[in-house]
DNA sequence: CAGAATAATGCATAAATATGCATTTATTTG
DNA sequence: CAAATAAATGCATATTTATGCATTATTCTG
């Protein structure tokens, strides 16, 4: 069960990436990615996110999220690369999430995150092999910790 | 009576300079303008005249008629990344010019074309790895496939 | 001009979205 | 830990918007 929030990130993607034109529409792609919600939750997330609707050629309207969505899922998508290839353990305690990398690889790691300009994240300091990414104050270190070990393919 | 013409001018007008959240308030509106209209009428309307909803101060959503070129600008920047970002091939017979993408990313760069709302697009469809881009009857194929390939970074 | 064709509109209702209220879940507090 | 509090969510339905169909109005044609 993903949390509001996860669930809410999702949300941005998908709309970033497909044309969305109603909320039933949005719930089955939701649940393409594993998270159930009801119409009702989702009507509340939208208005949550700030969502407006923009005209697409063909002239439906599409439901969108102002703010470069397409850039976040870039960045994300890069993210995930980037973890993916060099994050080989992830601690946490407290509010700061530990990285663990190859010798001289934290700083590719960190600028990826710096340039994901995650929310969740509130800044991060490399070492030599670690990360250490401090989490903000929305969220616990834990919940980083664990969306971080998703996006490096650790679980 | 007001012709349909005079109605959806006033339509604009009224959407400019006033936050109208419900298709029911902008019919009071019109009707303090003389202009007597049924909701079904309205709707129709604002579908006609491209309409689109917008967040105001406050969170809540109001109608907006959008203003074409800047926003034309902003979505043929977002489309050039994403097209250099996933096309890796184009092709094209007659009217149709077909996008190839990495597995699973057609939707991502239909849904950007959708947006981008190109005068020479008349439709996409995406299957899983192809695009395919309908020209519009004023576009030769050849032409919308050579555009697109300078905007995918292929030539 | 009359009749045919087309466009516009309203009525009724289907479809889509928002929301009140109750329940469930998560978080906080002692 | 249990209880209290706050947040999230679903159910049911109210509200809003879109649309099928029929009617009315307008335009076109001979």
Same mark, same amino acid.
Do not use: F
């Given at each position: 069960?993903?949390?509001?929030?996860?669930?809410?990130?999702?949300?941005?993607?998908?709309?970033?990436?497909?044309?969305?034109?109603?909320?039933?529409?949005?719930?089955?792609?939701?649940?393409?990615?594993?998270?159930?919600?009801?119409?009702?939750?989702?009507?509340?997330?939208?208005d949550e996110l700030g969502s407006v609707t923009v005209r697409v050629?063909?002239?439906?309207?599409?439901?969108?999220?102002?703010e470069l969505p397409s850039d976040h899922y870039v960045h994300q998508?890069? &993210?995930? #690369?980037?973890?993916? @290839?060099? !994050?080989?353990?992830?601690?946490?305690?407290?509010?700061? =999430? /530990?990285?663990?990398?190859?010798?001289?690889?934290?700083?590719?790691?960190?600028?990826? &995150?710096? #340039?994901?300009?995650? @929310?969740? !994240?509130?800044?991060?300091?490399?070492?030599?092999?670690? =990360? /250490?990414?401090?989490?903000?104050?929305?969220?616990?270190?834990?919940?980083?910790?664990?969306?971080?070990?998703?996006?490096?393919?650790?679980?």
């Amino acid at each position: 069960m993903a949390s509001k929030r996860q669930r809410q990130h999702v949300i941005t993607q998908l709309l970033a990436n497909n044309s969305v034109s109603s909320q039933e529409q949005l719930i089955t792609l939701l649940k393409e990615e594993d998270i159930e919600a009801t119409q009702a939750t989702v009507s509340r997330d939208l208005d949550e996110l700030g969502s407006v609707t923009v005209r697409v050629s063909g002239g439906i309207m599409v439901y969108a999220i102002p703010e470069l969505p397409s850039d976040h899922y870039v960045h994300q998508d890069h &993210l995930k #690369r980037v973890l993916g @290839e060099w !994050v080989v353990k992830v601690g946490v305690s407290r509010n700061i =999430v /530990m990285l663990q990398t190859p010798p001289g690889s934290a700083h590719v790691v960190a600028s990826a &995150l710096d #340039r994901a300009g995650l @929310e969740t !994240v509130l800044g991060t300091v490399a070492g030599d092999d670690t =990360v /250490m990414v401090v989490a903000s104050e929305t969220c616990d270190g834990s919940v980083l910790a664990e969306s971080l070990s998703q996006l490096s393919g650790l679980e």
